[in-house]
């Protein structure tokens, strides 16, 4: 069901729009509409221009509160400027931290660095500064790759004037230093340069050897890490010491900056010596009527309530309210796309068909009863609408599994109330032997096309629209075309006469002339000037084609609904597949590990394929007939506190 809604206007002094908001806003649920274009005719107005001064301070907050790594504070209130003390106070501490904590991290990457490049060389055990000051001997310290040095050795490396002292190796690089006389240099070098030689330059300032150099850095390293560490869990000891602050704060601010941003959908109107704002919005008609109320006794504020929607530049939002069994069906509306206003909620009818049809697809006590209890669980403790679905699918598969006599698959242990899918037949005249299911549910799917017309016509004449209403393939022409062909075929297959001719004649074809001239009807119902489109030739030639076409959808549509005897027996049909592989098909003992398994495998794997056909029946069967789908959503700016 569709929550009646109203149209409200409410009046007061610029100054008392925050108190209005937090006095009588907080306490209902409205959707707030840009004022200046719902009451663009009017003059002398204009929007709000102001910065929300909320808007930064709610952002540091908002970090501070993501630093703090707790959830679940004890509540506490603290007022607007407390609030804006509180964070502009801790935001301080927080910058002054990233600062230190950039230096620090910054020193941590220097000596990161210098590691890094003196670990492949640890094993030099000469001091460093003796090296890095040879005056007569040159040095370069570097990597090569290993098949370049393994030429170096074979083919080189004894005519050159050079020694090269191996560091460290894996199995691309070699690490390590080479020494060449001062005027050997330039040709060594370029020898090393031709095998790839890649250089590191070795900074000055290093004392002792590279290994005492490296565990030097190492102590740097853990003292910088160290005083990081310090400096992070003191930042993360003054948050938690300011816990209930941070979180009280922070609420504070995010209700102020809302309460600020409802000016965005204000307008103000001026006098000679006052300013009035203006808000309007949509609101639930019981919560509007009581907000009227209250507002009375204020003189400083005006409620004007609307009763008419069609002037109005926003169209009402959907709010759905149905009962509780009924409301996790709610999710497949949604999927579709929310009724309009003025449009019929199918919730309720989805929940029922859904369901019904699911448990005459999938009809098994024992299945079913694990999808009750199964979904049930999943929704108590997760809260999906889906497993609440399918908790109540479950319910009437063991309904129908009563009905069939099935359980687990087991025809035997229970007598079936009414029949069973794969054995029951029928006699069909001029067809023959049907299987029973295959015609109760092509009946069954003729009732509910007729009922989705009757949808169909109930929202056309809500929504004024009488061509969809009277002349519609789906509305009362197509109706009345439809019922006369359930009706004949009702007749025919249970032996009784057919009306007369001159009655069927007014029950097929009168209908189908209706439907076909659709176009020049609803324009002579709604008195426009020009009844036939100007090219009349095209107009009939279309005419006659779409109504092939409607035809041809009755047909197929009507024959769509097989599928949910289908299911029924293909269902039937695999279990006994089931018990046949497990031994079970002479009263024989079976195998209980096979049941377990294969029951398991028929309820997920046919359980989703019923859920989706359901689903697909619902859409294209149903939905196409009455269902438009294109209505907003409520959206309140806020949640009503508790």
Not at 298 to 306: A, G
Not at 314 to 330: Q, R
Not at 422 to 448: D, E, H, Q, R, Y
Not at 546 to 567: C, D, H, K, P, Q
Request: charged fraction near 25%.
């Amino acid at each position: 069901m569709i929550a009646k809604m109203k149209f409200i206007n409410m009046i007061g002094p610029k100054e008392d729009l925050d108190i209005v908001v937090e006095k009588y806003l907080s306490k209902y649920e409205i959707q707030l509409e840009n004022t200046m274009a719902e009451l663009k005719e009017l003059q002398n107005v204009s929007p709000c221009m102001e910065a929300n001064p909320y808007k930064e301070s709610l952002a540091k907050a908002e970090e501070l509160v993501a630093m703090t790594k707790h959830e679940n504070p004890l509540k506490k209130t603290v007022g607007a400027k407390k609030a804006m003390e509180i964070v502009e106070s801790l935001d301080e501490k927080r910058e002054t931290f990233r600062r230190k904590r950039g230096e620090l991290e910054e020193k941590r990457q220097q000596i990161a660095k210098a590691l890094r490049d003196i670990e492949p060389y640890r094993n030099v055990n000469h001091d460093i500064r003796d090296i890095l000051h040879f005056d007569y001997i040159k040095y370069q310290f570097g990597k090569i790759p290993v098949e370049y040095y393994e030429k170096l050795e074979r083919y080189v490396y004894d005519e050159l004037s050079t020694i090269f002292y191996k560091c460290q190796s894996n199995k691309e690089y070699i690490w390590g230093v080479y020494f060449v006389p001062a005027t050997e240099a330039e040709k060594v070098d370029a020898v090393y340069a031709s095998l790839h030689f890649e250089k590191f330059h070795m900074p000055e300032g290093y004392e002792g050897t590279l290994e005492e150099a490296y565990e030097m850095f190492s102590e740097k390293m853990e003292k910088t890490e160290n005083v990081m560490a310090k400096l992070e869990a003191k930042m993360e000891q003054d948050l938690l010491d300011s816990l209930d602050d941070i979180y009280a704060a922070r609420d504070e601010l995010a209700v102020l900056s809302e309460n600020f941003e409802i000016r965005r959908m204000a307008a103000y109107t001026h006098s000679e010596d006052s300013t009035f704002f203006i808000l309007c919005g949509w609101m639930e008609k019981k919560d509007a009527e009581a907000f009227e109320q209250e507002v009375e006794k204020d003189e400083k504020v005006f409620c004007i309530i609307e009763e008419g929607h069609d002037s109005k530049i926003s169209k009402p939002p959907t709010k759905l309210k149905n009962p509780k069994f009924f409301k996790p069906f709610e999710m497949f509306i949604r999927m579709y796309g929310l009724p309009d206003y003025n449009e019929f909620d199918p919730t309720i009818f989805v929940a029922i068909t859904y369901s019904f049809i699911f448990g005459a697809m999938f009809g098994d006590v024992g299945q079913g009863f694990l999808l009750f209890v199964g979904g049930a669980l999943l929704y108590k403790f997760k809260k999906m609408d889906l497993a609440a679905i399918v908790s109540r699918c479950g319910l009437f598969s063991m309904f129908f599994g009563f009905m069939f006599g099935s359980v687990f698959g087991f025809e035997n242990i229970i007598e079936a109330v009414w029949l069973h899918p794969v054995t029951a037949m029928t006699t069909v005249p001029f067809i023959g032997k049907l299987n029973t299911v295959f015609v109760i549910a092509i009946a069954f799917g003729m009732g509910l096309v007729l009922l989705t017309m009757i949808f169909h016509i109930i929202n056309g004449f809500k929504q004024k629209d009488m061509e969809a209403a009277l002349f519609d393939t789906n509305g009362i022409a197509g109706f009345v075309f439809y019922a006369a062909v359930v009706a004949v075929v009702a007749l025919f297959m249970t032996g009784n006469n057919l009306p007369a001719g001159i009655v069927l004649v007014v029950m097929f074809v009168v209908p189908l002339l209706v439907m076909a001239l659709k176009e020049p009807l609803a324009a002579l119902v709604e008195k426009k000037s020009e009844v036939m489109p100007k090219e009349k030739g095209m107009f009939f030639v279309q005419a006659f084609f779409e109504l092939f076409e409607v035809l041809l959808s009755y047909f197929s549509n009507t024959l769509s609904f097989v599928r949910i005897g289908a299911f029924a027996v293909s269902h039937a049909a695999m279990m006994e597949v089931v018990l046949m592989l497990a031994g079970a098909e002479n009263g024989g003992s079976p195998n209980w590990i096979v049941v377990v398994l294969g029951n398991l495998f028929v309820c997920g794997m046919e359980g989703l394929i019923v859920g989706i056909q359901v689903l697909r029946l619902q859409y294209y069967e149903f939905f196409s007939r009455f269902y438009k789908g294109g209505g907003r959503e409520f959206q309140p700016y806020r949640k009503v506190r508790q």
